[in-house]
């Protein structure tokens, strides 16, 4: 099965991270990376890797990046990552004998959260479709983020997936601005049609700043993850308030301008 995956990965300066992911990845007989103008050395530690080929696209949003990836491979299945990504050996074992039934077009796979390579108890992040038929995906631009269309059938994986992501605070600070904006227009725009219950709770503004913490250290567990635990939960709720406030911001404007 491994011969049949081309594995998928978006970068923008991942230097921190990148060195993580890849070594994982060299089973690959091609590994495809769309760069969106790395400047911190990621391409230079891409270059290192035979098997990779850098496309370079400017980001305009996370779904036209990937399926713009998507049209440069040519194997069934894709693997699709996020350069924060590094595939447990588990999961690399359990790809390597799997033999997909006709009928089943996606596989998701679990994540485990890491902090500064801890694995932490428990965390907000979802299991996500990463492998796929190529011919029956497409991605969809959905808030902040983005997320595969399978037409068939998906099944879970029982390997799993390390998310650590260890590039500077203050790139995650900027980040969380950018990403409140895209999801307050997400939430503002399909309030009427939600289905999560996590996005219908955002539009309160109050309930998930004021929960977030004692849901993560107490029902995920993170009061067992000492320092990095508390890291996770104090930047969860900075994410959620960032959220909060620019719903706030923009009612609260159009109120004062009627």
């Known amino acids: ?19 993580r992911t890849i070594p994982k990845l060299t089973w690959a007989r091609r590994i495809v990376v769309v760069d969106s103008g790395s400047s911190d050395g990621t391409l230079e530690i ?14 305009d949003n996370f779904a036209a990046q990937c399926n713009f990836g998507l049209s440069h491979i040519d194997t069934d299945w894709v693997l699709s990552l996020d350069a ?9 074992r359990e790809l390597s004998k799997l033999v997909p039934n006709d009928d089943v077009d996606g ?3 679990r994540f485990v959260y890491r902090i500064f390579g801890k694995d932490l108890s428990g965390s907000l992040y979802p299991p996500r479709i990463v492998l796929y038929r190529r011919v029956r995906a497409v991605y969809e631009n959905e808030g902040h983020g983005h997320k595969v269309r399978i037409q068939g059938k998906t099944v879970n994986l029982h390997g799993h997936i390390f998310h650590d992501d260890r590039k500077p605070l ?5 980040s969380q601005q950018s990403y409140a904006k895209y999801e307050t227009d997400h939430l503002l725009e399909h309030k009427a049609t939600l289905i999560k219950a996590s996005d219908k709770l955002r539009l309160s503004t109050w309930i998930p700043v004021v929960l977030i913490l004692p849901y993560l250290y107490f029902v995920k567990g993170c009061w067992r993850d ?33």
């Open 226 to 258: 000492s320092r990095h635990g508390w890291y996770y939960a104090l930047q969860r709720l900075h994410a959620e308030a960032a959220i909060a406030l620019e719903i706030l911001d923009r009612r609260l404007r159009d109120k004062c301008e009627r």
């Open 84 to 92: 924060d990504y590094e595939l447990s050996d588990e999961l690399i």
């Open 1 to 19: 099965m491994l011969d049949k995956i081309t594995p998928l990965v978006i970068t923008f300066n991942e230097a921190e991270n990148i060195l």
């Open 46 to 59: 891409l270059q290192r890797v035979s098997q990779i080929q850098v496309l370079h696209r400017k980001f």
């Open 170 to 174: 203050s790139r995650w600070f900027a």
């Open 107 to 109: 596989f998701m796979v």
